[in-house]
Structure formats: C-alpha cells, structure tokens
C-alpha cells in the first residue's frame, strides 16, 4: 500500500500490532472485532460488521488524472486490458477526529490486557466464588443479573452458595452474557462449571455468542438463537 509507504505517522500506527487488514478494512486487533475461521483467516465478527465506526479506520479516496502512462499503454503493455487508465484512484490516511479515536480505543484495549490477566489471576478456583467475584466486579446484584440474564434470582442464588449446585451450560452463557463478560472470563467460568463445548451447532452458537457477541443483550443472543431454532437463554420466571 503507497499510504504505508509514504505516510510515516501511518506506518507507525499499522507498525504498533493493534490492528490488521481484514476485509478490506483496517481493524482493530481484539476479539471484539476479529474471529477466525476455520483454517486460521482472520474475518471481522458480527459485532464488527455492525459497529465499524468503532474499529475501523477511514481513508480518503481522491481521483487524479493519469498523466504518466496513457490508455495506449495499457492497452498495449499490460496484460490487465480493462484497467482505468484515464484517472487514478489514491487512498490516504486521514488523521480525522474519527480516527484518532480508533487509535486511542485500540490503546486503551492493549492496556486492557493486563487487567485482564490481573483480573484472571485472583479469581478463585471454584465456580461459585468466581461468578460471586465477577458480580461484585461488575456491581451486579442478584436481581440486576436475573434482569440482564433471564435467569431467576433462585437460580442465580443456588449457583452462588451451593458449589455443588449442578450448573447447566445454558445458565452459564446466560450469565457471562448478562455480565457481559470478556470471552477470557467466560471460557474460565464454564471451565470452572465443568463444561467444555462438543462441536454441536448448539455449543458452535454459544462460542459465537461469547467470542463475538458478548457485548451484546441477551435478548439480541436470543434472536440469534432463535432465527436458527435452537434453544433459548434464561426465560425463567423472574420473580
């Protein structure tokens, strides 16, 4: 890309790590943003393709005209007969408002990765006194989760004083959904809760759900959820 090239304050941003070219676009570097495939691509996630105003830089596109080389030549010397010969198209950087804001979210989420890790490693071993630590962290009450994760007060009651509670996997993305949990979090809790995903389309859902829509509601998961006729999460009774 001549922008690379040429533009040194453009470089030094690309050269930082934070963000990379996927479709078309560049993106910042997190798991909000970019998934994978199935043979290691990078591809933007739903939240992404909905929102990249937030995770994606804008460039100019400014047309010139082609004074070095003419329509003749690309007829004649080119193997790409139907290149645009008479104008040019060049792309640069624009250090917008916009932009500058994308560069200070993709800072502050480099900085979130060491929270992160000082986060995970005080959290407690069992799976009740880790989901009571996210709780107090988020400041979620018992009925301000049930609120949010559709799972009753009982529910949550049980799972946060009876380690031997037999917690369900679909309690489990309900609450890191309600929590809106860092997929690191999430992938912890249920580990903690003893449950590991099969490869079924349900459990390929719920990956999505926490990998990729985690900063979503629960009523948007459920949509997902829904449109592909699986069961939901949470919907019990409330009160």
Known sequence: MIEYATNLNFRAIIDSG???????????????????????????TDYALQNMDECCFVFDFRLRDNKDYGVQYYSECTLFKSAISNKIVETYYDP?????????????????????VKI?????AEFSKT???????????VEKLAELSLIGPKTIQRMRNEEDYPVEMHHVVALCVGMQL????????????GKSFKGTELHITY?????SLYPESIHYCNEI???????????EDLK
Do not use: W
């Not at 990956?207 to 990998?211: A, Q």
């Not at 959820?225 to 919907?235: I, R, V």
């Open 96 to 116: 917008s408002e916009h932009n500058d804001e994308i560069v200070q979210r993709a800072m502050d989420l480099r900085e979130t990765v060491a929270d992160i």
């Open 207 to 211: 990956e999505l759900i926490i990998d």
């Open 18 to 44: 934070s963000y990379v070219f996927v479709d078309n676009h560049f993106c910042i570097n997190d798991s909000k943003y970019i998934k994978f495939d199935e043979i290691g691509s990078p591809k933007l």
């Open 131 to 141: 989901l009571k630590a996210h709780m107090k962290r988020k400041g979620c009450t």
């Open 120 to 124: 995970r490693n005080s959290l407690p």
């Open 225 to 235: 959820l829904n449109d592909n006729s699986l069961p939901l999460l949470g919907t």
């Open 182 to 193: 860092h997929p690191i979090f999430s992938r912890d809790l249920l580990k903690k809760a």
